[in-house]
């Protein structure tokens, strides 16, 4: 299999997964009284937003490198 269709299958799963999820969410501890013995933490998620137009464009990439893989090997 050709380089080139590698990366395009990648591109796709990586656009699927894009429009699916739509955002990376992480979890962050914030320290907010430290005197002594006595700790207290707070948990805050936090999101990354992804675009849908990220997902469509990796999407519509893949599509393209897969039929440009497939033309050149016959």
């Known amino acids: 299999m050709k380089p080139i269709m590698l ?3 990648l591109l796709i799963v990586l656009g699927v ?3 699916a ?8 501890r914030e320290k907010i009284i430290d005197i002594g013995p ?3 933490t ?3 998620k ?3 937003p992804l675009p849908p137009i990220l997902g469509g464009v ?3 990439g893949g599509i393209v490198l897969v039929i440009i893989g497939a ?3 016959s």
């Open 7 to 9: 990366i395009g299958i």
């Open 71 to 73: 033309k050149n090997r």
């Open 46 to 48: 936090k999101t990354i």
């Open 58 to 60: 990796a999407l519509a």
């Open 17 to 19: 997964v894009a429009l």
């Open 38 to 40: 006595i700790h207290a």
């Open 42 to 44: 707070q948990e805050t």
């Open 21 to 28: 999820y739509q955002g990376i969410t992480y979890t962050s």
